[in-house]
Each structure stands twice: as structure tokens, then as C-alpha cells.
């Protein structure tokens, strides 16, 4: 069992900066793919949740097209820390932030990793929202 707990979200005007990150406890498997979801408003099953930046167990990191070169997703202590650090926040950032850890037998890559399979094989975290405006 994996509890994930997020932090970090907030209100910030396009062309700011947020942190957010992810507390993790409990006992994570070796080959769990780490990464952050995002369900923007008005989207509300946990199918249409987006995968905005994963990584590895070997440590390869995976962006969104939509995130790339302003995202960067990171690891420490063991794993027990996830981060989301994000850049240049535009008006289409705004969502509900999740965390989220398991096994996918089709790798990590965003696109691959779907909430389907976090549902069925994996853990989230409750969500933290960030609010992008002009």
C-alpha cells in the first residue's frame, strides 16, 4: 500500500512559477512508474485525467508535448519525495494536480501511463489545485 499526498498548489498569475510536491508513504514497489496527473475543469472522470510528466524506474523523464522545456519532474530522498516544478504557468495550466504511482507493463512514457491503469494497478494522491490567471 502507497499513500501519496500532495502540496504546493495555489493561485499565480500566467508567466509565474509553482512547486509542487509529493509526500510518499508506505511501501512503493522497485518498478513503480512516478508521475503527475492533471484533470482541468469541467473534465470530471479520473479518465480524463492528463498526463502532464512521469519518470522512470531508471530515472528517464517523460513530458507532455503541452509542458515541455517549462516542466520539470523530479525524485529524492529515496523516493519518498515527488516534485512538479513549473514555469512560465500559462491560463491552460489551470487544474486539479495529481500524484500518482504504479506499475504499468507498458512503461511510464505519458501516453502509455494512463489513469486507467493507475486505477488498477496503482495509487493517487487527493489533488492539489492550481489556479492560472491573467
Known amino acids: 500500500q502507497v499513500h501519496l499526498v500532495e502540496s504546493g498548489g495555489g493561485s499565480v498569475q500566467v508567466g509565474g512559477s509553482l512547486r509542487l510536491s509529493c509526500a510518499v508513504s508506505?511501501?512503493?514497489?522497485?518498478?513503480?512508474?512516478w508521475g503527475w496527473f492533471r484533470q482541468a475543469p469541467g473534465k470530471e472522470r479520473e479518465e480524463e485525467r492528463e498526463?502532464?510528466?512521469?519518470?522512470?524506474?531508471?530515472?528517464?523523464?517523460y513530458y507532455a508535448d503541452s509542458v515541455k522545456g517549462r516542466f520539470t519532474i523530479s525524485q529524492e530522498g529515496d523516493k519518498r519525495m515527488l516534485y512538479l516544478e513549473m514555469r512560465t504557468l500559462k491560463a491552460e495550466d489551470t487544474a486539479l494536480y495529481y500524484c500518482?504511482?504504479?506499475?504499468?507493463?507498458?512503461?511510464?512514457?505519458?501516453?502509455?501511463?494512463?489513469?486507467?491503469?493507475?486505477?488498477?494497478?496503482?495509487?493517487w494522491g487527493q489533488g492539489t489545485q492550481v489556479t492560472v490567471s491573467s
Open positions: 508506505g511501501d512503493p514497489y522497485a518498478s513503480y512508474c
Open positions: 498526463g502532464v510528466a512521469s519518470i522512470g524506474n531508471d530515472g528517464t523523464e
Open positions: 500518482a504511482a504504479g506499475y504499468s507493463p507498458l512503461g511510464c512514457a505519458v501516453g502509455s501511463w494512463t489513469p486507467q491503469r493507475i486505477t488498477k494497478l496503482g495509487f
